[in-house]
């Protein structure tokens, strides 16, 4: 599918250049003829394959060198004198001019594009990824991705590094934001629409952090322990399906050793499974100071080391000339770089900056937004709020008064007009701040409680707090939970003595509604006492504007959980994260860590034992009750579900009725979990499809989901092949990982 789609796309590219070349002058026709007479590379009609093989035949062993690395990166060290034509983002690998191939652009883009207000620009904050990827759908995510791209272009970028899968094994992990949540299949169908809504835009995507980088601490020096099975069956399955889907042009390999072996030095898995097995025609570029050697690096699959040359330079150069990387090795690497830029068309398509149309992105985000907030609690139908039925509302805490927070590292977008709230002392932001976006809840509830006594208490203190919503109708409590890159969370509570803000206004005002701004899960000892609760993530550029609809029912909700939200953190596969010993610990943006990085630390071991039973999974598995499960989330409408049928065939259709039984329009994700045979020794069950449904109110449909054979099949080691194992798979359906009221048993072979 993955194939037809991309020749699709190409055939339109290709009509739309023939269309463009007959609409130019005569003189510019015959510019562009002379041009492909002298690099008949840059004839369009020729196949990706065929034009960068042709390149490759002319260069010399010093250009194939120069596009095996970047350039150094500012504050990260050594900046080359090559870098002078960088666009001012985290990687900048050089143009051959001579040749007609244009400079790689690189610039972080997770959830916008990273750095615009130190050079200078502007970008449009999107929610967090894993925000993205609660709305579970597949067109609002397409719609991410390409309002990404579009804004790469004008900023004069053409590539992405945006694209983290990494699955949610962890959820102290301090991107879990930056990544889709914990099912495999959710967060690979939800990336690869991300990637291909970049692509499509003509940038270079990236799917990352190939593979199982599920913490952040000592992410240098881990190594990972894990069956071969488990990890094709979870970590690497979201990778399969993100990359089989989206043709994505690059895959950034990991910090972390996995089995022993740095990720971006892992044979197994940048051949054997990602170049082999699974076919990948683009090319691997390691993480940032990811690449540990020259020889074995290029052995195992490695293309481009970023940000720097410390291996793939001149070390390179030197084994090549001695026959230690053979020449068709090298040559296979640039191949590959090559075939990317004329695959995702930056080469017949460049960008050129322009002014990014900020009011197109805001209305995108806000509409993502929209579709993304979940609805956790709502007793006694609380929300959504009418004005005209109140006289006062308290809105308290998490500086709601004057911005929402956002994820850090480097998926950092720049807020217009910097920081909202400047901590003290500093002039500006830093790696590691907390981040605040000038949307106001504050505001936008006042817009739209008109008449109502909207009154702002910051929740530093529980006491005036309570006593504040103790005098209201209302009390809306913002709870926050900032994450970022370099970073894990020491538990799932929220910090700042935030539970306590909370019990005590809860017990102050039966009418307490919480708003939770975090990346990850978080427990809730005060859950049972709130009459609702909304989980915002970091909400992005129009967070405040989407949660107000929200509030206030002018947009019914309909996103759903894509991790679980367990009881406590003692629930966890693990109690704690395995922290490095002291002597690996490593700073980002010291230079002298930079180094001892790349000669590699001495490793420290992890092992994931919970094996294939990540998240919903797992607490199946092992019988514990959770605070709210994968999938869940509530609507002002209800909905009720019958009449399932199951047809196997090549792959499983799996229908049934959706009916919206309340009276307000609404979306429902309707999902589908499979429990295979037991002789596969899998968990209870998995997610296998799902379908988001329009209905009005008192509307009923026919859902139709098809089910993928690889969704029910598992991974024989011993084969090296995904098998379906011929027995009675359990197909059920309904409204979250625990609420699936329908049922029905189909024999598969
Ligand atoms: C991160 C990558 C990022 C790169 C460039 C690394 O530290 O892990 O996700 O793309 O830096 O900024």
Redo the contacts with the bound molecule.
């Keep these: 599918m993955a194939t037809q789609t991309s020749t699709l796309r190409n055939a339109s590219f290709l009509i739309s250049m023939v269309i463009w070349c007959a609409l130019l002058p005569a003189s510019a026709q015959t510019q562009v003829s002379a041009k492909t007479t002298s690099k008949p590379w840059l004839n369009f009609s020729l196949s990706p394959d065929e034009r960068a093989a042709m390149v490759v035949k002319e260069m010399t062993l010093d250009e194939k060198i120069a596009l095996l690395h970047g350039t150094g ?1 500012s504050g990260l060290g050594p900046v080359s004198p090559l870098a002078v034509h960088s666009n001012g983002g ?2 900048y690998v050089i143009a051959i001019p001579r040749l007609g191939i244009p400079a790689i652009q ?1 610039s ?1 883009a ?1 959830y916008g594009v ?1 750095m615009s207000g130190e050079n200078g620009r502007y970008s449009t904050a999107l929610p967090a990824c894993v925000a993205g990827a609660a709305s579970w759908d597949l067109e609002a995510a397409h719609e991410y991705g390409a309002l990404i791209g579009r804004e790469l272009r004008a900023q004069g970028y053409n590539m992405s ?1 945006g694209g ?1 899968v990494n699955i949610t094994r962890e959820p102290r992990n301090g ?1 879990s934001f ?1 990544y889709m949540g914990e099912d495999p299949i959710l967060a690979g169908k939800i990336v690869a629409q991300v990637i291909k809504g970049s692509q499509d835009q003509h940038v270079i995507g ?1 799917i ?2 190939y593979a199982l ?1 599920d913490q952040e601490s000592g ?1 240098n020096a881990v190594n990972v322990n894990i069956d071969q099975r488990s990890m094709r069956e979870s970590d690497l399955l979201a990778f399969e399906i993100g990359i089989r889907e989206s043709d994505v042009a690059a895959v ?1 390999c ?2 972390n050793r996995i089995n022993g072996d740095y990720a971006c030095e892992n044979h197994y898995l940048l051949t054997d499974v990602l170049k082999k097995d699974w076919n990948f025609k683009g090319f691997v570029l390691s ?4 690449t540990h050697s020259a020889a074995k690096a290029s052995a195992a699959g490695l293309d481009q080391e ?2 720097a040359e410390i291996f793939y330079g001149a070390e390179f150069k030197k084994a090549v000339e001695a026959g230690k990387i053979p020449k068709s090795e090298l040559d296979d690497h640039v191949h590959r770089i090559l075939r990317s830029m004329f695959a995702t068309g930056v080469i017949d398509d460049p960008p050129e900056k322009s002014v990014v149309d900020v009011l197109g992105g805001l209305e995108v985000a806000q509409k993502i937004a929209e579709q993304s907030i979940v609805l956790l609690k709502n007793e006694q139908n609380q929300l959504p709020l009418d004005a005209s039925k109140l006289h006062s509302i308290v809105v308290i805490g998490a500086h709601s008064d004057v911005g929402m927070i956002s994820g850090g ?3 950092q977008v720049d807020p217009p007009g910097g920081n909202a709230i400047m901590p003290p002392g500093k002039g500006r932001t830093h790696w590691q701040d907390h981040i605040w976006f000038p949307t106001s809840p504050l505001k936008t509830i006042k817009a739209k409680a008109r008449g109502v006594s909207v009154q702002y208490d910051p929740g530093t203190d529980p006491s005036s707090a309570a006593d504040a919503a103790r005098a209201a109708d209302v009390a809306i409590v913002f709870g926050y939970q900032w994450e970022g ?2 970073m894990d969370l020491e538990s799932l509570s929220l910090p700042e003595n935030q539970d306590a803000l909370i019990a005590k206004v809860a017990a102050a005002n039966p009418h307490t509604i919480v708003v939770l701004e975090t990346g990850s899960p978080v427990t809730m000892p005060w859950a049972g006492q709130v009459s609702g609760i909304l989980e915002a993530w970091y909400a992005g550029s129009r967070g405040a504007e989407a949660l107000a609809n929200l509030l206030f029912g002018d947009v019914n909700p309909s996103a759903k959980l894509p991790v679980t939200f367990p009881e406590s953190a003692a629930d966890l596969p693990h109690p704690t994260i395995v922290k490095p010993p002291v002597h690996s610990t490593t700073r ?1 943006g010291e230079n002298e860590a930079w180094k001892r990085i790349a000669s590699g630390l001495p490793a420290f071991q992890v092992t994931y034992d919970e094996g294939v039973k990540v998240g919903y999974k797992w607490y199946d598995a092992e019988n514990k009750p959770v605070l709210f499960p994968f999938g869940y989330g509530l609507s002002y409408t209800a909905y009720e579900y019958s009449g399932l049928k199951v047809t196997p065939g090549d792959n499983v259709h799996v229908t049934f009725t959706v009916k919206n039984t309340g009276s307000r329009p609404g979306a429902e994700v309707a999902q589908v979990y499979a429990a295979l045979p037991a002789s596969t020794g899998e968990p209870p069950k998995r997610l296998v499809g799902w379908s988001k449904v329009q209905l009005n109110a008192g509307e009923s449909k026919e859902v139709r989901v098809e089910v993928d054979r690889l969704y029910l099949s598992i991974f024989n080691v011993e084969k090296n092949a995904w098998e379906l194992v011929p027995g009675d798979y359990a197909f059920l359906a309904g409204g979250s990982s625990q609420s699936l009221p329908l049922k029905e048993t189909a024999s598969l072979k």
């Design positions: 990166m985290a990687g690189m972080d997770a990273r590094l983290g991107r930056e990236d990352k952090h980088n992410r950034m990991s910090y993480d940032w100071g990811g970023e940000p590292g480097s998926a890159e370099g980002d």
